[in-house]
């Protein structure tokens, strides 16, 4: 009896079997020939074998290469992008004996049973928008004139329909009457299919914290949509456009922009079209600026900025992208007391400052216009002694007395009591707010920053001593000579007419 099993000492057995193994790929390499592994309207993926002179040749992974135009995958350039070794998504039109051939839209001629193919395989077709017309659009297809209705053109709503005419795009045939003459096709559909396809490789290969790019599509009150693959779209919040304060998206980017935006969040949403809510950054693709502010600032130093905003109590300004500050409405100014912020300052002006001090943990930037300038009362002590006289302003009228300007920042009390003592009291006390007066210093205190003025006489000496007498307040006599005061000597005169 004769065993089957071949004998492993026996080189001729591992020979036999190595023979039978080599019949069976020569048979199998002549079976292309009888069948095909695709239909027409699939979609394959095919590896580019050879670049001919008008044709590409691709391995699909099935029993038949693929052949495609050449013609038909040039890009906008008219160039053609490719090289062996490329992996490229094609439709099968048709199959034969000996080839596949795959094309990635059916082209401008076709007869009217390639039309029926490509409806029912659901095939791309490719459509010059000629013109539009009642409800859509007027499409040259397969040498034949199509309709496309305007909702269908596009995923989005169409805004202005004449940018589409004179386009060649790619449609799905949607409905074919007549014999061919009547042809209603879709675009929107095509488009939604394509998304589906890109959505899902989205899904898998991308995640929450991937940083890309992306263009501006659409600006809203409250952000600004970015389409960061074709058919995704992700929203940037107004507070993730930029580091600092904004009212309006339109003040920082405009449709069309490219913009690199980092990724927050992917979530599945079957209520919003597209079937993703994405949310996006465009500030955290960059640094927080205050995390490196304390490096930046530091108190005295000076620098400029933009205000922002005003409110009762001061005035935020901007110093760099980021980082704000307050100037408190008692730091704007040393020359003048500020009753309003928006008197002196208003949002978009430039102002120059001066830090006070800075808490990154707490992000907070305290800031001064009036030490920029520099106190005025520090000066005070050489330009304004005590016994000196000024013409001062009246700034301001009062049950005690008078304030009096004599200097911008520097202001002075005349009190009530001081007025009383004067040469013509009635005079002073008819004067209003804004005439001016001559006055003599009396005191300073330069810690209260605070002045005590008299109503000077122009024709007396100009000391404390001096004044007080000529204003009576010695007894009614001058220093020198007894004589009497003016003041004395017009009570006399007062009295001798009574």
């Given amino acids: 009896m004769t065993e089957n099993n071949s004998d492993p000492a026996n080189p001729r057995d591992d020979e036999n079997e190595a023979v039978s193994e080599d019949f069976?790929?020569?048979?199998?390499?002549?079976?292309?020939?009888m069948t095909s592994d695709f239909q027409v309207g699939d979609k394959v993926t095919g590896e580019i074998l050879e670049i001919g002179q008008d044709s590409v040749f691709l391995n699909t992974g099935g029993k038949i290469d693929g052949v495609a135009e050449k013609s038909e995958l040039v890009d906008e350039n008219g160039e053609f992008p490719y090289q062996k070794g490329d992996r490229l998504e094609l439709y099968v039109i048709s199959t034969g004996e000996e080839e596949l051939r795959l094309s990635k839209v059916i082209g401008a001629t076709g007869n009217t049973a390639l039309i029926h193919d490509a409806q029912k395989n659901k095939i791309p077709v490719s459509g010059q928008v000629t013109e539009t017309c009642k409800g859509g659009f007027r499409v040259q297809v397969m040498g034949r004139t199509a309709f496309c209705p305007v909702s269908q053109i596009d995923v989005r709503y169409v805004e202005n329909p004449e940018v589409y005419v004179g386009t060649t795009l790619e449609f799905l045939i949607e409905r074919v009457e007549g014999g061919g003459r009547n042809i209603v096709v879709n675009r929107r559909k095509h488009l939604e299919r394509q998304f589906a396809e890109s959505r899902q490789?989205?899904?898998?290969?991308?995640?929450?914290?991937?940083?890309?790019q992306g263009t501006v599509a659409r600006i809203m009150p409250y952000g600004a949509f970015?389409?960061?693959?074709?058919?995704?779209?992700?929203?940037?919040?107004?507070?993730?456009?930029?580091?600092?304060?904004?009212g309006d998206p339109a003040e920082v980017v405009s449709v069309g922009d490219t913009l690199t935006v980092k990724i927050l969040s992917i979530e599945t949403a079957a209520d919003k079209a597209g079937g993703l809510k994405i949310a996006l950054s465009v500030r955290q693709v960059s640094d927080d600026p205050w995390e490196t502010a304390a490096d930046r600032y530091h108190p005295g130093d000076k620098v400029t900025g933009k205000v922002t905003r005003c409110m009762d109590f001061g005035a935020f300004v901007e110093v760099e992208p980021?980082?704000?500050?307050?100037?408190?409405?008692?730091?704007?100014?040393?020359?003048?007391?500020?009753?309003?912020?928006?008197?002196?300052?208003?949002?978009?002006?430039?102002?120059?400052?001066?830090?006070?001090?800075?808490?990154?943990?707490n992000r907070r930037l305290s800031l001064s216009m009036k030490d920029v300038e520099g106190d005025p009362w520090l000066t005070v002590a050489e330009?304004?002694?005590?016994?000196?006289r000024v013409v001062g302003i009246i700034e301001k009228?009062?049950?005690?007395?008078?304030?009096?300007?004599?200097?911008?920042?520097?202001?002075?009390?005349?009190?009530?009591?001081?007025?009383d003592l004067a040469p013509d009291p009635g005079a002073v006390d008819r004067l209003k707010t804004g005439d001016s007066l001559t006055v003599a210093i009396d005191a300073v205190d330069l810690a209260a920053k605070k002045m005590t003025l008299s109503v000077a006489d122009t024709a007396s000496p100009q000391t404390p001593e001096a004044k007080r007498e000529d204003y009576g307040q010695a007894g009614g006599s001058k220093a020198s000579g007894?004589?009497?005061?003016d003041l004395g000597q017009k009570l006399q005169e007062a009295m001798k007419k009574k």
């Fill in 24 to 33: 069976a790929s020569l048979f199998e390499s002549y079976m292309p020939a």
């Fill in 383 to 388: 330009q304004l002694p005590v016994g000196h």
């Fill in 322 to 361: 980021g980082i704000e500050g307050l100037v408190h409405i008692s730091e704007i100014s040393h020359v003048k007391r500020v009753m309003k912020v928006e008197d002196e300052v208003q949002p978009g002006q430039s102002v120059s400052l001066m830090v006070k001090s800075i808490d990154p943990a």
């Fill in 482 to 485: 007894g004589g009497m005061s």
């Fill in 201 to 212: 490789a989205f899904i898998e290969t991308v995640k929450p914290g991937d940083v890309m």
């Fill in 226 to 246: 970015v389409e960061i693959q074709p058919g995704i779209e992700g929203m940037v919040h107004i507070s993730e456009l930029s580091w600092s304060r904004i």
């Fill in 397 to 419: 009228k009062a049950d005690f007395g008078y304030f009096i300007n004599l200097a911008p920042g520097i202001t002075g009390l005349l009190p009530k009591s001081n007025i």
